[in-house]
């Protein structure tokens, strides 16, 4: 009985995730507007990842502290840290070049492209099935992509820098996995997040030189709510999860952040939800359930379905 409430636990966490992502694609991209994009990533991760750094080393709230060994240490600033910094970079312009829906849209496509690099193809029919999936995916982010193709708009950029985040999101997730073997989740959250921070500060300094910076208590107060609901909480529950479940498994949950988000950015910033994005989250969502679900269990089918 324990290990259905365990599952119903870390399901339950995933959702509220989902919902706290929503609320922060909405915030960072109401400041990126205003602020540089990379800055914004930088000191939303640099402060995330010590505030929970600090619980942990401080409370045993979420789990015990555990020292760093040296190759532990290495393979969180190569493979956790500054893979998180590329992400957070290229989201974070993403969202400046075009609306947060979409973006959170190219996100729900990660589920597939994580089950495709745990899955090669091969000559049975779940390999099809999944590959299939891959296809739905693929045209729903062909439709989201097409108004911009033929209309040569600028935000062709920010829907090509979308899908990027799409696919770097899906290989954080596969090397937080492997990272979560030797460490705990909300530990490998903390460390990849201020790592993650560090490696963005040249930049940012940069950004700072060029563009300045004006702050306001409206800028602050959603950056308060970026670090921790955006930051400290969702990640150490996604982190945990991939702890508990294949990465494509987790994954899963991603196809409701477009509509967390478009949700909170429609009331919140009043974009637009356009027909375009439904028909392209449908696609979308249905390649992701048709590549993730079990069918053989669900259909009675043979094992291999």
Same mark, same amino acid.
């Given at each position: 009985?324990?290990?259905?409430?365990?599952?119903?636990?870390?399901?339950?966490?995933?959702?509220? @995730?989902? /919902?706290?992502?929503?609320?922060?694609?909405?915030?960072?991209?109401?400041?990126?507007?205003?602020?540089?994009? %990379?800055?914004?990533?930088?000191?939303?991760?640099?402060?995330?990842?010590?505030?929970?750094?600090?619980?942990?080393?401080?409370?045993?709230?979420?789990?015990?502290?555990?020292?760093? @060994?040296?190759?532990?240490?290495?393979?969180?600033?190569?493979?956790?840290?500054?893979?998180?910094?590329?992400?957070?970079?290229?989201?974070?312009?993403?969202?400046?070049?075009?609306?947060?829906?979409?973006?959170?849209?190219?996100?729900?496509?990660?589920?597939?492209?994580?089950?495709? =690099?745990?899955?090669?193809?091969?000559?049975?029919?779940?390999? %099809?099935?999944?590959?299939?999936?891959?296809?739905?995916?693929?045209?729903? &982010?062909? &439709?989201?992509?097409?108004?911009?193709?033929?209309?040569?708009?600028?935000?062709?950029?920010?829907?090509?820098?979308?899908?990027?985040?799409?696919?770097?999101?899906?290989?954080?997730?596969?090397?937080?996995?492997?990272?979560?073997?030797?460490?705990?989740?909300?530990?490998?959250?903390?460390?990849?997040?201020?790592?993650?921070? %560090? =490696?963005? &500060?040249?930049?940012?300094?940069?950004?700072?030189?060029?563009?300045?910076?004006?702050?306001?208590?409206?800028?602050?107060?959603?950056?308060?709510?970026?670090?921790?609901?955006?930051?400290?909480?969702?990640?150490?529950?996604?982190?945990?999860?991939?702890?508990?479940?294949?990465?494509?498994?987790?994954?899963? !949950?991603?196809?409701?952040?477009?509509?967390?988000?478009?949700?909170?950015?429609?009331? /919140?910033?009043?974009?637009?939800?356009?027909?375009? !994005?439904?028909?392209?989250?449908?696609?979308?969502?249905?390649?992701?359930?048709?590549?993730?679900?079990?069918?053989?269990?669900?259909?009675?089918?043979?094992?291999?379905?």
């Amino acid at each position: 009985m324990s290990q259905p409430k365990s599952n119903a636990a870390i399901a339950c966490s995933l959702l509220f @995730t989902i /919902f706290l992502w929503g609320g922060n694609n909405a915030g960072t991209k109401w400041l990126v507007m205003s602020w540089p994009p %990379v800055f914004t990533g930088c000191i939303r991760f640099l402060i995330a990842g010590i505030l929970l750094l600090a619980v942990l080393r401080c409370t045993s709230f979420l789990g015990v502290f555990q020292p760093l @060994t040296p190759d532990l240490r290495r393979r969180l600033w190569l493979r956790g840290g500054l893979l998180l910094a590329v992400y957070i970079v290229v989201f974070n312009w993403a969202l400046r070049l075009t609306s947060a829906a979409h973006v959170a849209l190219y996100l729900g496509a990660s589920p597939v492209w994580a089950l495709l =690099w745990e899955e090669k193809p091969g000559r049975k029919w779940a390999s %099809v099935r999944r590959y299939g999936a891959a296809l739905l995916t693929l045209a729903g &982010v062909v &439709v989201l992509l097409w108004p911009a193709l033929t209309a040569a708009k600028l935000n062709l950029i920010g829907e090509v820098l979308g899908l990027a985040a799409s696919v770097l999101w899906a290989a954080f997730g596969r090397q937080v996995r492997e990272l979560s073997a030797h460490l705990a989740g909300t530990e490998v959250a903390a460390h990849t997040m201020w790592m993650a921070g %560090v =490696w963005l &500060v040249p930049v940012s300094v940069v950004e700072l030189a060029l563009h300045g910076l004006a702050v306001n208590g409206a800028q602050t107060g959603v950056l308060a709510f970026c670090i921790v609901f955006g930051g400290v909480v969702p990640y150490a529950l996604w982190n945990s999860a991939l702890r508990n479940w294949r990465n494509s498994q987790v994954m899963l !949950f991603s196809n409701l952040l477009p509509l967390s988000t478009g949700v909170w950015a429609f009331y /919140f910033l009043g974009d637009p939800l356009t027909h375009t !994005f439904w028909t392209a989250m449908i696609l979308v969502v249905a390649g992701v359930i048709l590549g993730q679900a079990d069918w053989a269990k669900f259909l009675g089918l043979p094992e291999g379905f």
